[in-house]
């Protein structure tokens, strides 16, 4: 097994558009009587405002210049240096005639004009030093959004901000944790209903997440709630115990399901990927980290867990949330993984779409979809958090058999768990998880989503851990390796959420280990760490189209946008992470920082 270390959990004018059940196993197993409705799901167009493209994360461009027969001419219109080293996660923003890039620390913003081709200002605010030392992950951001003139988004230090779009100036600042704690921010924040909603990160941390809303014009705090913690820390109310599918009636589960108020206080289950709103619903939805310490021995010990595993779960570690903007309460909640001891957070995108999907006479139009890093991919109705069907969507997954739809637990293969003094090999996935981070598409055309995912396993051991504040505390030693079959490390899937199956598939030797952008053109790009650039057909199978050769790896969610011909281009992030801009020790780094890369057809 090979070992690697885990990276985190990172002259124009364009024209302005504002915008009961049963058992799965390693498949669907029969039945259950489908029936598929029309999609429906809204894109991005000229501009994109928000890291998903659209608050319901959907990474969709409606515009359609670029597709299968022209996609292969596209070429490099401009690129430029955003002079900040480390790996630039994320997205840029396009709002009118101007691009925006988040760089990595020290979260520099930067507005370059698209009408003159030059940088109009960069907003470079002060950050603590201390913070990037804290950050587990190397001092990434995944990206900003915009509203009403203001770009808000995190600094690593816990600060929020929001920068006017005109002339660069802070507009205010929201200071919300000492990074001496442990605590850092790397999520992109998104805006519902004039409140910023945004997360803490640091799940391997020793601290709890937690989520807050803020105020979109002067910042001031709103609420906050934690994941962890009795139900008034987590802003759980009567109608969630009342309404709940799989936790009815149960009080003060993340507290009751941890051995003692420290252990929950200690935590993790951080909210450190994308969030998602849905405006038909009023529906804010996320996910959180694995609980805190990774050694799950430590969480709960063997006797209570043989004698009673559900006060071993550790909620919410490693769940979903459905929330009310408004107020933050939680309308519903899932648990994905109880008493995890693999790593397999569940903070990756969850992407409200409207499918039909008829299960067991009952039909269901409002989706939720979410690839877990356990390997299976859940297909929600949003509404109640009900699971329709969760089956597996890479080829090795051995923790679990699969995920029992009448009680909402997997169906877990005790000698997979990871115990102390104990070293468990070849779990499949691996820590890097069947798919991380690495946001998903959706085409309402196709009806598909588009995802990156790893074909990796792992071995790991559980250790003791000592908690001092502001320092990791994990508790565990892990590999990564190859999977049974070595002829590829990553899987690009195109994937039916309402017949729980893979369409297609593109295999690639290097990781894809950023998100995908799907668009009306028929297109999914993405790229590899090859490093490239790609794109392949959205409907045919995955058909090659186009490949352009970076100078350096990318872990950038590429994104699309028209310029100032009306005219559709894609752009996307790479790094100064890479042999040609490194010194002979291979440590530090000696390029000009990272690059943006715009591209059009000709």
């Given at each position: 097994?090979?070992?690697?270390?885990?990276?985190?959990?990172?002259g124009?004018k364009?024209?302005?558009?504002?915008?009961?059940?049963?058992?799965?196993?390693?498949?669907?197993?029969?039945?259950s009587?489908?029936?598929?409705?029309a999609?429906?799901?809204?894109?991005?167009?000229?501009d994109?405002?928000?890291?998903g493209g659209?608050?319901e994360?959907?990474r969709?461009?409606e515009?359609?210049?670029?597709?299968?027969?022209?996609?292969?001419?596209?070429k490099?219109e401009?690129?430029?240096?955003?002079?900040?080293h480390?790996?630039?996660m994320?997205?840029?923003?396009?709002?009118?005639?101007?691009?925006?890039?988040?760089?990595p620390?020290?979260?520099?913003?930067?507005?370059y004009?698209?009408?003159k081709?030059?940088?109009?200002?960069?907003?470079?605010p002060k950050?603590?030093?201390?913070?990037k030392?804290?950050?587990?992950?190397?001092?990434?951001?995944?990206?900003a959004?915009?509203a009403?003139?203001?770009?808000v988004?995190n600094?690593?230090?816990?600060?929020?901000?929001?920068?006017?779009?005109?002339t660069?100036?802070?507009v205010?600042?929201?200071?919300m944790?000492?990074?001496h704690t442990?605590?850092?921010?790397t999520?992109a924040?998104i805006i519902?209903?004039g409140?910023?909603i945004?997360?803490?990160?640091?799940?391997?941390?020793?601290?709890?997440?937690w989520?807050?809303a803020?105020?979109?014009?002067t910042?001031?705090?709103?609420?906050?709630?934690?994941?962890?913690?009795?139900?008034?820390?987590v802003?759980i109310g009567?109608?969630?115990?009342?309404?709940?599918i799989?936790?009815?009636?149960?009080?003060?589960?993340?507290?009751?399901?941890?051995?003692?108020?420290?252990?929950?206080?200690?935590?993790g289950?951080?909210?450190?990927?994308?969030?998602?709103y849905?405006?038909?619903?009023?529906?804010l939805?996320?996910?959180t980290?694995?609980?805190g310490?990774?050694?799950a021995?430590m969480?709960?010990d063997a006797?209570t867990?043989?004698?009673?595993?559900r006060?071993?779960?550790?909620?919410?570690g490693?769940?979903?949330?459905a929330?009310?903007?408004?107020?933050?309460?939680a309308?519903?909640?899932y648990?994905?993984?109880?008493?995890d001891?693999?790593d397999?957070?569940?903070?990756?995108e969850?992407?409200?779409?409207?499918?039909?999907?008829?299960?067991?006479?009952?039909?269901?139009?409002k989706l939720?979809?979410?690839?877990?890093?356990?390997?299976?991919?859940?297909?929600f109705d949003r509404?109640t958090?009900e699971?329709?069907?969760a089956?597996?969507?890479v080829k090795?997954?051995n923790?679990?058999?699969g995920?029992?739809?009448t009680?909402?637990?997997?169906?877990?293969?005790?000698?997979?768990r990871v115990?102390?003094?104990?070293?468990?090999?070849?779990v499949?996935?691996s820590?890097?998880?069947?798919?991380?981070?690495?946001?998903?598409?959706?085409?309402?055309k196709?009806?598909?989503?588009?995802?990156?995912?790893?074909?990796?396993?792992g071995?790991?051991?559980?250790?003791?851990?000592?908690f001092?504040?502001?320092?990791?505390?994990?508790?565990?030693d892990?590999?990564?390796?190859?999977?049974?079959?070595?002829?590829?490390s990553?899987?690009l899937?195109a994937?039916?959420?309402?017949k729980?199956?893979k369409?297609w598939?593109?295999?690639?030797?290097?990781?894809?280990?950023?998100?995908t952008?799907?668009?009306?053109?028929?297109v999914?790009?993405?790229?590899?760490?090859?490093p490239?650039?790609k794109a392949v057909?959205?409907?045919?199978?995955?058909?090659?189209l186009?490949?352009?050769?970076l100078?350096c790896?990318t872990v950038?969610?590429?994104?699309?946008f028209?310029g100032?011909?009306?005219?559709?281009?894609?752009?996307?992030f790479?790094d100064?992470?890479?042999?040609?801009?490194?010194s002979?020790?291979?440590?530090h780094?000696t390029?000009?920082g990272g690059?943006?890369h715009v591209?059009?057809l000709p």
């Amino acid at each position: 097994m090979l070992h690697y270390n885990k990276e985190p959990h990172g002259g124009l004018k364009a024209r302005s558009t504002p915008i009961h059940k049963g058992v799965v196993f390693a498949m669907l197993l029969g039945g259950s009587a489908l029936s598929i409705g029309a999609a429906a799901a809204t894109g991005a167009g000229a501009d994109w405002p928000t890291a998903g493209g659209t608050p319901e994360g959907t990474r969709y461009s409606e515009l359609a210049d670029i597709n299968p027969d022209n996609v292969g001419q596209l070429k490099e219109e401009f690129s430029f240096k955003t002079g900040a080293h480390g790996s630039h996660m994320g997205e840029p923003l396009v709002v009118g005639s101007t691009l925006y890039v988040v760089t990595p620390f020290p979260n520099k913003l930067i507005a370059y004009d698209l009408n003159k081709g030059v940088t109009k200002w960069t907003y470079a605010p002060k950050v603590s030093e201390y913070a990037k030392g804290a950050n587990c992950c190397g001092g990434i951001n995944r990206g900003a959004v915009y509203a009403e003139g203001k770009i808000v988004f995190n600094l690593l230090d816990n600060t929020t901000v929001a920068v006017d779009t005109l002339t660069g100036k802070e507009v205010w600042r929201n200071h919300m944790a000492d990074p001496h704690t442990g605590v850092t921010m790397t999520v992109a924040p998104i805006i519902a209903k004039g409140k910023v909603i945004t997360a803490s990160s640091s799940g391997e941390m020793g601290v709890r997440g937690w989520i807050q809303a803020l105020d979109l014009n002067t910042g001031k705090s709103l609420w906050r709630a934690y994941n962890t913690g009795p139900d008034k820390d987590v802003l759980i109310g009567q109608n969630f115990r009342d309404n709940s599918i799989y936790y009815k009636d149960q009080v003060d589960q993340g507290a009751t399901s941890w051995p003692n108020q420290r252990a929950y206080l200690l935590g993790g289950s951080a909210a450190w990927g994308y969030l998602s709103y849905d405006p038909e619903l009023d529906l804010l939805f996320y996910g959180t980290s694995q609980p805190g310490v990774w050694n799950a021995d430590m969480r709960c010990d063997a006797a209570t867990y043989k004698t009673n595993p559900r006060k071993c779960d550790n909620k919410w570690g490693s769940s979903i949330f459905a929330r009310k903007p408004d107020t933050g309460e939680a309308v519903w909640a899932y648990q994905l993984v109880p008493h995890d001891s693999w790593d397999y957070d569940a903070a990756s995108e969850n992407i409200a779409v409207n499918q039909t999907l008829t299960i067991n006479g009952v039909t269901h139009e409002k989706l939720l979809v979410h690839f877990n890093k356990n390997g299976f991919a859940y297909t929600f109705d949003r509404a109640t958090g009900e699971v329709l069907l969760a089956p597996q969507f890479v080829k090795e997954v051995n923790w679990a058999k699969g995920v029992d739809l009448t009680t909402g637990l997997p169906i877990v293969n005790d000698n997979m768990r990871v115990h102390q003094g104990a070293l468990t090999e070849k779990v499949c996935p691996s820590v890097l998880g069947g798919k991380g981070w690495e946001p998903a598409s959706f085409s309402p055309k196709t009806g598909l989503f588009y995802a990156p995912t790893f074909n990796l396993c792992g071995n790991l051991e559980a250790l003791k851990a000592e908690f001092i504040s502001g320092a990791p505390y994990m508790g565990t030693d892990y590999s990564i390796g190859a999977a049974s079959d070595t002829s590829y490390s990553s899987d690009l899937i195109a994937w039916d959420a309402v017949k729980g199956e893979k369409k297609w598939e593109v295999k690639e030797t290097s990781w894809i280990y950023a998100g995908t952008l799907t668009t009306a053109g028929g297109v999914v790009f993405y790229s590899t760490k090859e490093p490239a650039l790609k794109a392949v057909d959205a409907d045919k199978g995955g058909k090659p189209l186009f490949t352009a050769k970076l100078e350096c790896n990318t872990v950038g969610n590429p994104i699309s946008f028209a310029g100032p011909d009306g005219k559709q281009r894609v752009a996307v992030f790479s790094d100064d992470k890479c042999a040609a801009n490194t010194s002979s020790d291979g440590e530090h780094q000696t390029g000009n920082g990272g690059w943006v890369h715009v591209y059009k057809l000709p």
